[in-house]
């Protein structure tokens, strides 16, 4: 999956715009946090620096990502009332 560039990706450390490229997890927790939140792993290409950027308010992951989240919500609480009911 290739996401590109965004247009408004700007480096927070050096302040150029379009040096931002997408970087590769290294960890399993960066793999973590790239899976249950919306921040993309960056490296800028002109200074160096590597971090976490929510470049994009909404995208199909992002929809994606809340639905998932919240048909895991009424599962749960459909799971729990059914616990309930069998213990009332
Ligand atoms: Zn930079």
Redesign the pocket.
């Given at each position: 999956m290739t996401l590109g560039n965004p247009p408004y990706s700007k480096?927070?450390?050096?302040?150029?715009e379009n040096?931002?490229r997408n970087s590769h997890t290294q960890s399993i927790s960066e793999k973590i946090i790239r899976t249950i939140t919306w921040y993309e792993l960056f490296r800028?290409?002109?200074?160096?620096?590597r971090g976490w950027k929510s470049n994009y308010l909404l995208s199909v992951r992002t929809v994606k990502k809340i639905f998932f989240y919240l048909l895991l919500m009424i599962l749960a609480s459909v799971i729990v009332f059914n616990i309930l009911k069998m213990v009332i």
């Open positions: 480096c927070p450390s050096c302040k150029s040096t931002l800028c290409s002109k200074c160096g620096w």
